[in-house]
């Protein structure tokens, strides 16, 4: 089940925001801090011994940018009318919505270029040329933890913790 956290910042408020989460089945103690030479939030995950596990730049998610949807060869690919920000050839996480199709929901897509990401969708949608958007996840504990993820939604400047 997915939590969402309303973040609250304040750089002088003590303790810092903080609120607890389940990642991999454990509960941790998870942290803001303002970084003042880096002017931006960092998230800290601790475990309920106090031991820093992870500390992370607070990387926001959700930027929906819109594009157009095709579908071949069990492969759909979108192309935006804007710049993704994923580097050529790296694969991200995205969100795909608003098509009402197969083509909604979250997936590893490949940059291709600055504005197409393409990834493998193996119903065929039925629907080619569909408006849709895409919005890049940033998980801010992957590559640590497993199976759950921590996402900043900068449009509802909430915290999405998913175990």
């Given amino acids: ?70 579908w071949a060869n069990w492969t759909a690919t979108a192309s935006l009318q804007a710049p993704h920000n994923v580097p050529v050839g790296s694969v991200a996480n995205v969100d795909v919505s608003g098509t009402g199709l197969s083509y909604d929901g979250a997936w590893r897509a490949l940059a291709v270029d600055a504005a197409t990401l393409t990834f493998s969708l193996q119903v065929d949608p039925g629907r080619y040329g569909v408006t849709g958007n895409v919005s890049q996840d940033v998980n801010l504990v992957g590559g640590y933890f497993q199976t759950s993820t921590l996402v900043f939604r900068t449009g509802t400047a909430q915290l999405e913790v998913t175990p």
């Fill in 1 to 70: 089940m997915t939590t969402y956290v309303d973040f609250q910042p304040s750089s002088t408020a003590t303790p810092p925001f903080q609120f607890q989460a389940t990642l991999d089945s454990v509960q941790y103690n998870v942290t803001t801090t303002w970084n003042i030479f880096g002017q931006r939030w960092y998230v800290n995950v601790y475990d309920l011994s106090g031991n820093r596990i992870l500390t992370r730049p607070m990387v926001g998610s959700g930027a929906k940018i819109q594009g157009v949807l095709t």
